[in-house]
């Protein structure tokens, strides 16, 4: 298939609203593509590469290349093109790419370039999500979306189950099965802004505590121990405490969810910064261990014995795991059977859990089964709530729907010696009226415009909602806001009003993202 036609798909569902006309067209590339770029295609449309990020920044993506006056470029032809970006290493390496990333984008028209150049720098938001994608998929395919659903979640691949049911029909769904060994999506959890909203739309619910670690699927098969990232990575040989307990634990056969956690001396959770090092790719396991050790609290379970519990409710998944795993590497958990009559309870757990150092709780209706890969209103976290007026230095411009709008802003704080000190960027939280104003505004300011980043007169100041801090040696104050959104614009207020580094860092304790 050639490449324009994806970025042809991917440009035309960015410019529709209607989910009912994404997913057309997405059914109509999917059932003309040959099965066996059905998975390429499908991870091109979702922003994703096979290869992960070829580690391409923008100063590289973004030097002009004469684009081919017609289109040749094939779906296989990108593939093999990342990979060999992904495998270049070593000396000369930043050359090498540029020689090959510039074949590729000179074998490019022009609207395929602004799609490869959204694609290596991760920039791809027309709306195909997998959500979109994978109903595109079934409607392709002429099978039941819930069914595909199910495959998906059981596999843990939407591009892999597509192409099998793409190039199969309905009969290639009932080979995925849940399988020890296998991971499963992780199911997710939805937001509520307080407790008390959340205890109201669950109902009858468990009040867990919510951990910064690591999110890990343990997998056993008698001493057969794997262990798996939220993304589905397998990281058994960097965590043996991990493998170490599920061996000692009484059930033969089991799939467990649980975070990995570090904790201090003094019986506080050690920040995610310092936890996140145990599951590189180029640790000494054996001295991390010695330096960093780590624990495993576990808060479900997806499969004992030759039992499949992922359709169970809560209550008896956790009886389940109360039957597997003792409780001194469980996750606290607060059982509140009637909202109403437990809210104060409910309250007192929540501030427990947040002196003794963590996040937040997650709230889990005791009804609901384990949908894997989904965030449904079933599981929803809370967490403290922090906002800051910040500076905008610069703004990116945006991709498809917001094409021709000044969208991914560069926040700062004030410094003391009177600079500014970059804490990150976001474009979440705006909706197209507050991008339209904003790209008005920002324009007046514009100090440059190198074609993709406008750099502003630092006026504009902004009120930022965000979840904490994360350390990161890209900024000059060595944080980062973790999951920014923009509340709303602050014309009112001028930058001298704008909150100092010092008063960020004051705003509590330095973790790192882990949603």
Not at 106 to 133: I, M, N
């Amino acid at each position: 298939m050639l490449l324009a036609e994806v970025a042809r798909v991917s440009r035309e569902v960015a410019e529709t609203s209607a989910r009912s006309r994404k997913t057309a067209l997405l059914a109509e590339l999917f059932a003309a593509a040959p099965p066996e770029e059905a998975a390429l295609v499908i991870s091109y449309l979702a922003g994703r590469l096979p290869q992960g990020r070829p580690g391409i920044g923008w100063r590289t993506l973004g030097h002009d290349v004469q684009p081919a006056a017609d289109p040749t470029l094939t779906v296989p032809a990108v593939d093999a093109a990342v990979t060999e970006l992904a495998a270049v290493a070593g000396t000369g390496s930043q050359a090498e790419r540029r020689r090959i990333l510039t074949g590729l984008l000179g074998a490019a028209t022009e609207g395929e370039q602004r799609f490869l150049r959204s694609l290596l720098s991760g920039e791809v938001r027309q709306g195909a999500l997998d959500a979109v994608a994978l109903e595109g998929v079934a409607a392709a395919a002429g099978v039941a979306a819930a069914d595909l659903r199910r495959a998906v979640m059981l596999d843990g691949s939407l591009p892999r189950v597509a192409a099998a049911v793409l190039a199969q029909g309905a009969g290639a769904i009932g080979g995925f099965t849940l399988r020890v060994g296998q991971p499963v999506q992780p199911m997710l959890a939805g937001t509520a802004k307080s407790l008390a909203e959340a205890l109201a739309a669950v109902g009858p619910c468990a009040v867990e505590e919510k951990l910064d670690g690591i999110r890990v699927q343990v997998h056993r098969d008698g001493d057969e121990v794997r262990v798996y990232t939220r993304s589905l990575d397998e990281i058994t040989d960097r965590l043996p405490e991990v493998t170490e307990l599920a061996r000692a634990l009484p059930g033969e056969r089991f799939i467990l969810d649980g975070e990995v956690v570090g904790v201090a001396a003094d019986g506080r959770p050690v920040p995610f910064q310092q936890i996140a090092s145990r599951v590189g790719s180029r640790i000494d396991v054996a001295a991390a261990r010695r330096t960093l050790p780590v624990a495993v609290r576990f808060f479900d379970v997806l499969a004992a014995g030759q039992d499949v519990l992922l359709d169970l409710p809560v209550r008896e998944r956790y009886a389940a795991l109360a039957a597997l795993v003792p409780e001194t590497a469980r996750v606290r958990r607060l059982v509140v059977g009637d909202p109403l009559a437990q809210g104060a309870e409910a309250e007192e757990f929540w501030a427990q859990t947040l002196r003794r150092g963590h996040e937040g709780v997650m709230v889990k209706g005791l009804d609901s089964p384990y949908a894997a890969g989904r965030r449904g209103r079933n599981w929803l976290k809370v967490k403290p709530v922090h906002t800051l007026d910040l500076v905008v230095l610069a703004a990116e411009w945006g991709h498809g729907r917001r094409t021709g709008l000044l969208s991914n802003l560069h926040l700062a704080a004030r410094a003391a010696d009177g600079t500014y000190a970059m804490l990150g960027k976001t474009f979440k939280g705006l909706t197209d009226e507050m991008l339209r104003w904003q790209t008005q505004a920002l324009r007046a300011l514009a100090t440059s415009d190198d074609g993709f980043t406008v750099r502003v007169r630092p006026e504009l100041v902004v009120e930022i909602a965000y979840d904490g801090l994360q350390r990161s040696p890209r900024y000059p104050a060595g944080v980062a806001l973790r999951f920014a959104r923009v509340l709303r614009h602050r014309p009112d207020k001028t930058a001298g009003q704008a909150d100092t580094v010092e008063t960020v860092l004051g705003q509590g304790t330095v973790r790192e993202d882990t949603e």
